[in-house]
């Protein structure tokens, strides 16, 4: 069994040792430091937004593991995900666990399924944004639940067929959210379909089939921002009306909190399920990821010609942490990322889970 990778250095250490091995240097100790080359636009800030994305996630994944799920082995895939970068030129090349919860496998695969089905949405005269929902539904219902709701979806469309009409041209997407104080599942799906006609017809049928289901909670708006469609599947923080609330002029936020219990629930339920799924002769695009792969950096990002880069976390100071990819050979941090007071609350808000 894996070991779970350590974050968190027992001692206060500023400085980090660098292998012989790796970069064929004199084996010296470097101190870190953060790259001077900043390309706002470039591979390097996309490298930053990966390392929040790594952070983000990083207790989460503990309160996972330690559930001892049946998919205990894939939530450690997840903490190794990206946890080496071998350089070789301007080339990084990464090996990615491809799970659907990880934040930075998801940030890839939205790119891809964005890019992919932009063209067939941007053909639709009048792109509908399309909620239908259902009653909420206990654990233990979750997935046969989900399962029948993409067969009814299947069948409206195979009624259509049957009745020689044209069929409605779309994507559908499966998605559940978790309602802590009911502590019940709210599967539902969302569509982007072509004309209004074709989105009422969709709601109709669909109360057709689940006739405790209320109209009011069947929405249909036109369709703005296909990213909408694309960035989860389950969102990893729920609200609770016991929750502490913050005011910012009139509008009241409640803190979110991770559930790691629900949240598992969620992915075993959705497990070999297809999660997005074009509708009327659409062409599907593949939303796989390569386990391995490498990407160029821009002239001038990278100094090294061959190094390995490995996620630390390391005190720069007292009270200040960076969580980076280190170049093993010069100390050189690929980022600088620094979370935010505001990225530290969010990850550390568990529940349901002993610290």
Not at 313 to 329: H, N
Request: overall charge positive.
């Amino acid at each position: 069994m894996k070991a779970a990778p350590t974050l968190i250095q027992n001692t206060k250490l500023r400085t980090l040792s660098i292998s012989k091995h790796i970069c064929g240097k004199d084996n010296k100790t470097k101190t870190v430091t953060s790259c001077t080359s900043e390309s706002k636009n470039g591979t390097r800030e996309s490298y930053r937004k990966r390392a929040k994305a790594k952070f983000a996630q990083n207790r989460l994944l503990q309160a996972l593991v330690k559930l001892e799920s049946p998919l205990k082995k894939q939530y450690e895939d997840t903490q190794f995900c990206s946890w080496s970068l071998l350089q070789n030129g301007n080339t990084l090349t990464a090996k990615y666990c491809k799970q659907r919860w990880c934040r930075i496998c998801n940030r890839i695969r939205t790119g891809k399924l964005i890019s992919g089905y932009e063209k067939a949405i941007n053909e639709m005269l009048q792109p509908q944004f399309v909620t239908l929902t259902i009653p909420n539904v206990l654990a233990e219902e979750l997935r046969e639940t989900m399962q029948e709701m993409l067969h009814n979806i299947r069948r409206i469309q195979d009624l259509r067929r049957k009745n020689k009409k044209e069929l409605i041209k779309g994507i559908r997407k499966l998605e559940c959210t978790y309602n802590v104080d009911n502590n019940n599942y709210h599967p539902h799906l969302h569509l982007i379909v072509d004309n209004i006609e074709n989105a009422l017809h969709l709601r109709k049928e669909w109360l057709k089939r689940y006739p405790t289901a209320t109209t009011k909670a069947q929405d249909i708006k036109k369709a703005k921002e296909p990213i909408e469609l694309f960035k989860y599947f389950a969102k990893l923080t729920s609200k609770s009306k016991k929750d502490t609330i913050t005011i910012k002029g009139k509008k009241i936020i409640r803190d979110e909190w991770h559930y790691p219990k629900a949240l598992d629930t969620i992915f075993q339920a959705i497990t070999n399920m297809r999660i997005i799924q074009p509708m009327g002769g659409i062409r599907m695009v593949s939303d796989e990821i390569e386990e391995v792969e490498a990407v160029e950096m821009q002239a001038g990002e990278i100094t090294e010609d061959r190094t390995l880069w490995k996620w630390t976390r390391m005190e720069t100071e007292p009270g200040k942490y960076t969580f980076d990819w280190v170049d093993q050979c010069t100390g050189e941090m690929l980022t600088g990322f620094y979370p935010t007071e505001r990225e530290w609350k969010y990850s550390n808000r568990i529940r349901n889970f002993e610290t």
